[in-house]
């Protein structure tokens, strides 16, 4: 993810102007003349220097909406990790549908590609650009399965390591990874085939950018084809247990599937990765064919499908080319932010392109062409999640950069400044997992659990309003602190 808060936006050059006097002196006084024009412009220099640090200081805060939305984005994700246990309505929809947790991922794609159309609006070496691209993804894919691979049990278990026939390759920060390659490789690859300035036409953003699009109208491509015509044959997995390893059978033989047994999502990743290093605990479990708790988590009913026990991977491979259209939008948006100069422009087109993707997901939906859902990254849950990205990123503008009311924002904009120390040590549990290495008799007596349990749980004598209010004060609250301090002391950790 590039680091922002640095980014300039393209400025043109300050014209310098002359001071014409009058010059209606004999001859003799020519040369004190040369001296005042001579004077005249060192003047007009000095005030083109001020205007150009005025300039770079009004762009600079027009970066600060990315923060916060950046910043927004992680504070979602704590929100629904920790507290969607006691509140089932914020976490991921079990299949169809759209939650809050579900909007984090593509907000996550969505500000990605903001950013990439910032920090590479001039890219003057080509190939250290890429080779930058190529290293950093390398570091998100090597962040991502040390943390979701299985490799880190923090905050629960106090260990570390992981079985590499069980390991899972698929994560958060290896979709973003693969995301941003395809992006920011397009991005940079057609520098030099997009125009400076844009012609004054209504679809001149979007022709300037074409291969933006050709790159995301591909992925669309690949997805609908791949999702609707691969024919997903019976498959199998097996189940351990205290009571010895059980074999279950999926009966499907069918195309087009879009249900939770038989899609073809579920089965490029089957055959690509192996069933074992798929994601073992999927959403789908709480769905009412699979447990009388819905939509919270519960025992299995007796007659629950196969199915409802076998793993899944909400960010496989197909689902992923699916989700280059989320960074497209991005990046499109960054790029209205490149070449409209003015508020109003800026947000007449993010806001009618997100209300219009907004429309077009309902439509989708509600006619039952193709349902929302997060799992398979359906086209109408880009359109859906894009277009609520597009709003709220617009409000955020007009309260932040138009309004400038930054105050209320600090704690986003902080979070946002250092995304991914807070998403490691904090939306991860690193440091609540060393905390809790530090017990007393127990390994339950932990100053973590101590603090959940005896300031929020037994004083609101609540366990769902206990467990809320610990995430809002306890985390994102503590979180949004360290990262203020840490901004303070310049301390950023960038990929």
Same mark, same amino acid.
């Given at each position: 993810m590039?680091?922002l808060?640095i980014?300039?936006?393209g400025l043109g050059?300050?014209?310098l102007?002359?001071? @014409?006097q009058?010059?209606g %002196?004999d001859s003799e006084?020519?040369?004190?003349k040369? %001296? ?10 000095? %005030?083109? @220097? ?8 009004q762009?600079s805060k027009?970066?600060a909406?990315?923060d ?12 629904v990790?920790?507290a969607?246990?006691?509140?089932? #309505? $914020?976490? /991921?929809s079990?299949?169809n549908?759209c ?6 991922m593509?907000?996550?794609?969505f500000?990605?590609?903001v950013?990439?159309?910032l920090a590479l609006?001039?890219v003057?070496?080509?190939n250290?650009?890429?080779k ?6 390398l570091?998100?894919?090597?962040? !991502? +399965?040390?943390?979701? !691979?299985?490799?880190?049990h923090a905050?629960?278990a106090?260990?570390y ?5 069980d390991i899972?390759?698929?994560g958060i920060l290896?979709r973003?990874?693969?995301?941003y390659?395809?992006v920011?490789?397009i991005e ?10 844009l012609?004054?036409?209504h679809?001149?953003i ?7 699009w +050709? ?7 690949i997805y ?9 044959? &019976?498959?199998?997995?097996?189940? /351990?247990?205290d009571?010895g390893?059980?074999? =279950?059978?999926?009966?499907c *033989? ?6 939770p047994?038989c899609?073809?999502?579920g089965?490029v990743?089957r055959?690509l990765?192996?069933i ?19 939509p ?7 007659d ?5 026990r076998?793993?899944?991977?909400p960010e496989?491979?197909?689902?992923t $080319?699916?989700? $280059?259209l ?5 990046i499109h ?5 490149i070449h409209?100069k *003015?508020?109003?422009?800026r947000?007449? /087109?993010?806001?009618?392109?997100g209300?219009g993707?907004? +429309?077009?997901?309902?439509i989708?939906?509600?006619?039952n062409?193709i349902p929302i859902?997060?799992q398979?990254?359906?086209?109408? =849950?880009v359109c859906?999640?894009a ?9 955020? =503008?007009v309260?932040m950069?138009v309004w400038?009311l930054?105050t ?6 902080w979070?946002g400044m250092n995304a991914?120390?807070v998403?490691v040590?904090g939306?991860?549990g690193i440091l609540?997992?060393?905390?809790? !290495?530090?017990?007393?008799? &127990?390994?339950? &007596?932990?100053l973590v659990?101590?603090?959940q349990?005896?300031?929020?749980i037994h004083?609101w004598?609540?366990? #769902?309003?206990g467990?809320?209010l610990?995430?809002i004060?306890? @985390? ?10 840490? /901004?303070?002391? !310049? +301390?950023?950790?960038?990929?």
């Amino acid at each position: 993810m590039a680091d922002l808060r640095i980014v300039e936006e393209g400025l043109g050059r300050t014209q310098l102007v002359e001071q @014409e006097q009058d010059d209606g %002196k004999d001859s003799e006084n020519g040369i004190n003349k040369e %001296k005042g024009l001579e004077r005249s412009e060192v003047q007009d220099e000095q %005030k083109g @220097e001020l205007q150009l640090q005025q300039l770079l200081q009004q762009k600079s805060k027009r970066v600060a909406t990315l923060d916060a939305f950046r910043g927004l984005t992680v504070v979602l994700m704590i929100l629904v990790d920790d507290a969607g246990g006691a509140y089932a #309505r $914020i976490d /991921h929809s079990p299949w169809n549908g759209c939650t809050l947790a579900d909007f984090v991922m593509p907000f996550f794609l969505f500000i990605v590609g903001v950013a990439i159309a910032l920090a590479l609006k001039k890219v003057p070496k080509i190939n250290g650009a890429v080779k930058k691209i190529i290293f950093r993804t390398l570091k998100l894919l090597f962040w !991502g +399965i040390i943390l979701q !691979g299985g490799y880190s049990h923090a905050p629960d278990a106090l260990s570390y390591g992981v079985d590499m026939k069980d390991i899972r390759w698929c994560g958060i920060l290896q979709r973003i990874a693969l995301v941003y390659l395809v992006v920011a490789l397009i991005e940079t690859l057609t520098t030099k085939r997009r125009p400076n300035v844009l012609e004054p036409r209504h679809l001149s953003i979007f022709t300037a950018y074409q291969w933006q699009w +050709i790159g995301g109208f591909v992925a669309f491509v690949i997805y609908m084809i791949t999702t609707y015509s691969l024919y997903v044959p &019976n498959w199998s997995f097996s189940e /351990h247990s205290d009571h010895g390893v059980k074999k =279950y059978i999926v009966k499907c *033989g069918m195309r087009g599937h879009l249900g939770p047994a038989c899609n073809a999502v579920g089965y490029v990743d089957r055959e690509l990765w192996g069933i074992n290093h798929l994601y073992s605990d999927p959403v789908w479990s709480r769905l009412e064919a699979c447990t009388l708790s819905s939509p919270n988590s519960g025992p299995l009913r007796e007659d629950a499908p196969s199915w409802c026990r076998a793993p899944f991977e909400p960010e496989g491979l197909l689902s992923t $080319i699916s989700a $280059i259209l989320s960074g497209t939008i991005g990046i499109h948006y960054g790029h209205v932010l490149i070449h409209f100069k *003015g508020h109003s422009a800026r947000l007449k /087109h993010w806001v009618s392109m997100g209300f219009g993707l907004l +429309i077009i997901a309902i439509i989708l939906h509600f006619t039952n062409a193709i349902p929302i859902n997060k799992q398979l990254y359906s086209f109408s =849950y880009v359109c859906f999640t894009a277009g609520a990205a597009g709003i709220v990123f617009s409000a955020l =503008y007009v309260l932040m950069d138009v309004w400038e009311l930054r105050t209320p924002f600090l704690f986003l904009k902080w979070i946002g400044m250092n995304a991914m120390l807070v998403f490691v040590l904090g939306a991860q549990g690193i440091l609540a997992g060393f905390v809790n !290495g530090w017990y007393y008799k &127990n390994p339950d &007596n932990t100053l973590v659990n101590w603090i959940q349990n005896h300031l929020f749980i037994h004083v609101w004598n609540s366990e #769902r309003l206990g467990t809320l209010l610990y995430v809002i004060f306890a @985390e994102i609250t503590f979180w949004g602190v360290v990262a203020g301090i840490l /901004h303070r002391l !310049g +301390i950023y950790w960038k990929l």
